[in-house]
Nanobody
Framework: QVQLVESGGGLAQAGGSLRLSCAAS????????MGWFRQAPGKERQFVGA????????YYANSVKGRFVISRDNANETVHLQMNSLKPEDTAIYYC???????????????????WGQGTQVTVSS
């Protein structure tokens, strides 16, 4: 059974930082691209960024480019989202997701991502 478990969410002030983690189990982690998505209240879920199977390629949404960094540790089957210079508009539930490395581009579409975590809340106060 595949499980993706996010952690590290919480409350941060504008300009601050948070680091999210996603621990994977039940899949051959090294064969999966890993993505981060977020959903703000009343809005559709949106792509944040993704990293390819071996960490050699990353892709970020324009809204987070230069502020967020994705990394992965294949030995420990985890992926991280370092969020810096946080803004109130970054407030959302953040999800990690996995897609087969051979299927499509890092940015999606979302339907390419086969496995999803339960999400972790990030709240940024102004």
């Amino acid at each position: 059974q595949v499980q993706l478990v996010e952690s590290g969410g919480g409350l941060a002030q504008a300009g601050g930082s948070l680091r999210l983690s996603c621990a994977a189990s039940g899949l051959s982690f090294r064969f999966y691209d890993m993505g981060w998505f977020r959903q703000a209240p009343g809005k559709e879920r949106q792509f944040v960024g993704a990293i390819n199977w071996n960490g050699s390629s990353r892709y970020y949404a324009n809204s987070v480019k230069g502020r967020f960094v994705i990394s992965r540790d294949n030995a420990n089957e985890t992926v991280h989202l370092q969020m810096n210079s946080l803004k109130p508009e970054d407030t959302a539930i953040y999800y990690c997701a996995a897609k087969d490395w051979s299927r499509g581009n890092l940015e999606g579409p979302e339907s390419l991502y086969m496995y999803w975590g339960q999400g972790t809340q990030v709240t940024v106060s102004s």
